[in-house]
């Protein structure tokens, strides 16, 4: 039987081979990325963004949200393959780590694999994905806010957008989209009006 083209791969099978190459202990963030070469984008977003939807889970997000950041910049400037600097590179992650990723975002990315398809396509190709790559670096920085909990909705609907890119699904990257934005904008209203309390209470 011969073998899909990569770029047929779904993202799910294509996750699980990724951790099944990695070998060692840890696995640093440059080597996925050049495992990814053929989807490397919307790949390594995913990847980077599915561990930041975990609740309450402090120092991976902050680990992935910088390299996060300068992958959705990329996109939004309009580049055609990610590149990271060596220092970004440099970072790493356990390989026990991805084989639990892989393992418990499977069941999830199959789902979505199942419902999702080519649909609205023009909002994932050039010009309207660079305006969703800025949309990315907004929620990309919003992980590294120092809440609890705060990583969870933005690592949310950044994999949404990265599974709308990859699927080539506009819906979803509008999902994604307005998930992100709506939590923006409640970042942004709650502390507007802590400010405001804050100042009442000084006398300001």
């Known amino acids: 039987m011969t073998a899909k083209p990569p770029e047929d791969i779904a993202i799910s099978d294509r996750l ?13 963030l440059g080597w996925i990325l050049e495992q990814l070469h053929e989807r490397a984008f919307g790949l390594f977003l995913l990847i980077l963004a599915l561990p930041c939807c975990i609740p309450f889970l402090y120092g ?23 590149w990271l600097p060596t220092r970004l590179a ?21 789902r ?6 080519p649909r609205l396509a023009f909002l994932t190709r050039r010009p309207l994905d660079q305006v969703v790559g800025l949309a990315l670096v ?42 992100g934005t709506a939590w923006i904008a409640t970042l942004v209203f709650a502390g507007a009006t802590l400010v405001s309390l804050i100042k009442g209470w000084l006398g300001l």
């Open 60 to 82: 991976v997000p902050q680990v992935v949200a910088l390299p996060l950041m300068f992958v959705a910049v990329q996109i939004a400037i309009g580049r055609r393959v990610p």
């Open 16 to 28: 699980d081979q990724l951790t099944a190459l990695a070998a060692g202990d840890r696995v640093s």
């Open 138 to 179: 907004l929620f990309s920085a919003s992980i590294l806010v120092p809440l609890p909990a705060t990583n969870t909705v933005p690592g949310f609907a950044v994999v949404v957008v990265a599974m709308g890119l990859l699927q080539r699904d506009g819906i979803l990257v509008l999902i994604g989209a307005v998930l």
């Open 90 to 110: 440099a970072r790493d992650v356990a390989t026990e780590s991805l084989h639990r990723l892989s393992a418990r975002a499977g069941p999830w990315l199959r």
């Open 112 to 117: 979505i694999e199942a419902i999702s398809k």
